[in-house]
């Protein structure tokens, strides 16, 4: 299994259904999603990826997922380039959490750039760039104590917000 990093800016493209999708990602339900993956073809069924937020504060990771499909043309995400028949390379996955930032705090660029994980360029250009194991590896441990805050400020429970599904305690 590898790890890639996908991005969104909210500044050129508006996500209408953000805060349904992360409801139903909190309650467990695994919604589906669809992303611009760049120009990166390797990524496979099975893969990891986690989405940050760049452009507009709050700025950081706001979610994680499995990646369903792999690599696939489709309309461009962009409005214009869309109705110019412009294709855009993507992947599907489900979501396993995704925090709406209008709500939560994502996990921010401030703590994406401390110790190892400082080695990793967090505000690439495009989706789809692959985030070394090492990385990756405290990235996962990072996230799973991000999500276990909820939006009071109080951490839950293990068994109810979990980062990873069987991740060791």
Request: with cysteine; proline share 7%; aromatic share 8%.
């Amino acid at each position: 299994m590898k790890t890639y990093l996908m991005t969104w800016n909210p500044l050129r493209w508006q996500w209408d259904d953000l805060a349904i999708t992360s409801a139903k990602s909190l309650a467990g339900k695994a919604p589906l999603a669809t992303w611009s993956c760049g120009n990166t073809k390797s990524i496979l069924p099975g893969d990891r990826f986690f989405l940050v937020r760049l452009a507009k504060e709050p700025k950081g990771i706001i979610g994680s997922g499995w990646v369903t499909d792999a690599p696939h043309f489709r309309l461009h995400w962009d409005a214009d380039k869309a109705a110019a028949g412009v294709p855009s390379l993507g992947v599907k996955g489900e979501w396993e959490r995704l925090i709406d930032p209008d709500i939560d705090s994502p996990l921010g660029l401030k703590q994406l750039r401390t110790g190892r994980l400082s080695d990793f360029n967090w505000t690439p250009q495009s989706s789809g760039t692959r985030i070394p194991e090492d990385i990756a590896t405290d990235l996962e441990e990072l996230w799973a104590a991000h999500v276990g805050m909820t939006s009071l400020g109080t951490v839950a429970p293990d068994s109810e917000l979990a980062a990873m599904e069987g991740m060791e305690k």
